[in-house]
């Protein structure tokens, strides 16, 4: 039972580049989010699904996207890469209601230069 | 609109002594409350949370927390602190009908030996 993982574990970017933070969960959770953690500020929400099919915003969703295709995968995609997206990135799950535990991943540290 | 503040960013503490990192939150409905910890290069774990009942509640690795409604805060404590406790704390709150959590910005517990 690996959890959540996260690919990859370090990236750098050039400003205007796009890439895709995979994340995948081995727990049948309905629920998944996608933080951003910037030093002294905390985790901040950018999106998160309540389902196969089902995404909302967060209070951070301006220049990502994301989707939901399956109950295991949650990618994030940046599309045009600026250095404000420089953070660390965890994705988690949990299995329903905000009183359940959620469960992260490692991390991704993504740096846009 | 919920909202959490930590004040302390920084907590040194020497090897064996008790701490307190505190926590205070704002919400006009009644909330649940939850402390998450980060060890270097980890994900967040869950502590202990606060859903209803008793106000004391014990966690993890020896750490408990007590809800105070009257003062809005959700200190968390513990008596005799070990080197493996060296790590990010956050507190973390969701209002009764808000289906996710807000984090606070963190407190960095070092435990000097």
């Known amino acids: 039972n690996a959890g959540v993982t996260q690919t990859p574990k370090f990236r750098i970017l050039k400003i205007g580049q796009s890439m895709t933070l995979q994340c995948t969960q081995d727990?049948?959770?309905?629920?998944m989010y996608w933080y951003r953690q910037d030093p002294g500020m905390g985790l901040k929400l950018i999106y998160y699904s309540v389902g196969a099919g089902i995404t909302d915003k967060g209070e951070v969703p301006n220049g990502y996207n994301v989707s939901r295709s399956t109950t295991e995968d949650f990618p994030l995609r940046l599309e045009l890469a600026a250095p404000s997206q420089t953070s660390v990135y965890f994705c988690?799950?949990?299995?329903?209601?905000?009183?359940?535990?959620?469960?992260f991943g490692p991390g991704t540290r993504l740096t846009v230069l | 609109a919920q909202s959490v503040t930590q004040l302390d960013s920084q907590v040194p503490v020497f090897e064996e002594a008790p701490v307190e990192l505190r926590c205070n939150y704002s919400s006009s409905v009644s909330v649940y409350l939850f402390w998450y910890v980060q060890y270097p290069n980890q994900g967040l774990q869950l502590l202990l949370k606060?859903?209803?009942?008793?106000?004391l509640v014990k966690g993890i690795n020896g750490f408990e927390a007590e809800f105070n409604k009257s003062q809005t805060s959700f200190h968390l404590r513990k008596p005799s602190v070990h080197i493996s406790d060296t790590a990010e704390y956050f507190c973390?709150?969701?209002?009764?009908?808000?289906?996710?959590?807000?984090f606070g910005t963190g407190t960095r517990l070092t435990i000097i030996p």
């Open positions: 606060y859903l209803s009942g008793s106000t």
């Open positions: 973390a709150v969701s209002a009764l009908g808000n289906e996710k959590l807000t």
């Open positions: 727990m049948n959770h309905n629920y």
């Open positions: 988690a799950s949990s299995s329903g209601l905000v009183t359940d535990t959620q469960y």
